[in-house]
């Protein structure tokens, strides 16, 4: 009789240990909230280590060992899908913040970030190891090209096709949506633009349908989009309308990551929660020639610019500058004996506005010839400035500051010119575009950057609470 009876160490780990576990488990479950700040601790600032983060820390399971007991591998195999992505996600968050805390440096064959250019270089390189090592996408398969999985990938607006495509194929794509981290929702912008958009109807409402169409059909078919409301989806578009055709959708609008080119503050871009994507120009589809200038000693002209007049920033830069200095090589179209690229490398600054929109290819173009970007915009996101110092290889300039640009410029001391235009060399591996892709270039970057906002907000279960 006394040998059926249970022990007093199998009585406390039945009536004690197992319920403390699952009521704690419990309540944090209950507890998570979205964050909606993002911050990238300041270099050599201690980083801040809030309560949601020790909370989630301590709570992800370690994994199962040897000596692990029957009862811990049964309360590890009640933990959901979205619980396991948070906790590996707390255990990601927590190594980045030792690295900077500690200042590590990473083993790194290829690549080990170094310099000016970056915020915190340790803790951007531990994110990047980690990002390759975890970061999970899903792409819903639904829809059909070429309003979905398909944009174009030439012309002004191409980088948004070849980010689409990479996508897909890229090995950080999932098939089992139990393994994800954020969900792809594949609406091509550019294709609702050039085959949905009805020439002289102002309505957005048609477009605005289309995503709003699409975004209920993921979300009656599969459970992901309702269980966190869409804030592990992401979109992706280059074109000047992504903003307006996203905002159609509300969730989509407030709560998803929108990767956008057009990231304009005043238009409700967001950049604790959507990430900024360059505009990247290739003529042909291609890098090939783009890369590569000559040194600041011989670049004889001190600024140029050319380009159509859109907007009222390149109305006044064209009112102050056109053709009225040797030295401030502004047009609106260049003469037949000057080369677009040409003037480019001779160049040692390169003006780039805003147009309609904020976004320009021109900021990338200047990084690839070696001439350093003068950004003329209101309100714009940089792409990566959450990684990387646009100060050290970039100026800005005010609309105000138009009449004095020669001076402003002028102002610049040489060896604060030479050291920008010697880091924006270094700097542009982030913005090439490679097929395939190769590690640190844009599509990494844009990745890097949809990776640190997922880590950013600590998510439940909709349906269990």
């Avoid at 899903?138 to 999985?149: K, M, R």
């Avoid at 600054?349 to 001439?371: N, Q």
């Avoid at 102002?411 to 590690?439: D, L, S, T």
């Amino acid at each position: 009789m006394a040998d059926s009876l249970p022990s007093s160490s199998s009585k406390l780990v039945y009536f004690v240990v197992i319920p403390l576990i699952l009521a704690s488990a419990l309540v944090l479950i209950l507890n998570q909230k979205p964050s909606t700040t993002y911050s990238w601790p300041d270099s050599g600032a201690p980083p801040p280590v809030s309560a949601k983060d020790r909370e989630l820390t301590s709570w992800a399971p370690p994994p199962p060992t040897a000596a692990a007991t029957m009862e811990d591998q049964i309360v590890e195999k009640n933990y959901s899908d979205l619980e396991r992505a948070e906790a590996s996600l707390a255990r990601a968050r927590a190594r980045i913040q030792e690295a900077q805390r500690s200042n590590q440096t990473s083993y790194d064959p290829d690549y080990v970030p170094s310099g000016p250019m970056y915020r915190n270089p340790n803790a951007f390189h531990r994110s990047y190891l980690e990002m390759e090592k975890l970061f999970r996408i899903y792409v819903y398969e639904d829809g059909d090209p070429p309003l979905f999985h398909y944009s174009k990938s030439l012309g002004i607006l191409g980088i948004e096709g070849i980010l689409i495509h990479h996508i897909e194929i890229s090995n950080f794509r999932t098939r089992d949506p139990g393994k994800a981290h954020v969900f792809f929702v594949p609406i091509s912008a550019q294709s609702i633009a050039n085959y949905a958009y009805v020439i002289h109807n102002r309505a957005w409402s048609p477009l605005q349908n289309i995503a709003r169409d699409y975004v209920n059909l993921i979300s009656t078919k599969y459970p992901y989009w309702n269980r966190t409301l869409g804030h592990d989806h992401f979109m992706l578009a280059c074109h000047d309308w992504a903003p307006k055709i996203s905002k159609g959708v509300p969730l989509l609008f407030k709560n998803s990551i929108r990767v956008l080119c057009n990231a304009n503050t005043s238009e409700g871009f967001k950049p604790s929660v959507d990430v900024s994507m360059p505009e990247i120009y290739l003529p042909g589809g291609k890098m090939d020639g783009l890369i590569g200038g000559p040194p600041p000693s011989t670049r004889s002209v001190l600024v140029f610019y050319s380009g159509g007049v859109h907007g009222y920033i390149r109305q006044i830069l064209m009112d102050q500058w056109k053709d009225k200095d040797p030295e401030v090589q502004i047009h609106e179209y260049l003469p037949r004996n000057m080369s677009y690229y040409g003037m480019f490398r001779k160049s040692k600054y390169c003006i780039c506005p805003s147009g309609w929109e904020v976004a320009s290819p021109r900021t990338v173009e200047a990084l690839y010839t070696g001439c350093v970007p003068v950004l003329l915009k209101d309100h714009y996101a940089k792409p990566f400035d959450d990684v990387l110092d646009w100060s050290k290889f970039s100026v800005d300039i005010r609309v105000s500051q138009i009449p004095e640009l020669k001076n402003v410029l002028k102002a610049i001391p040489e060896e604060r010119y030479i050291e920008m235009q010697r880091i924006g060399v270094e700097v542009r591996r982030h913005f090439e575009v490679n097929f395939p892709p190769k590690r640190y270039d844009v599509f990494h970057m844009i990745l890097h950057s949809i990776w640190l906002r997922r880590m950013n907000v600590q998510l439940h279960d909709t349906y269990e609470n």
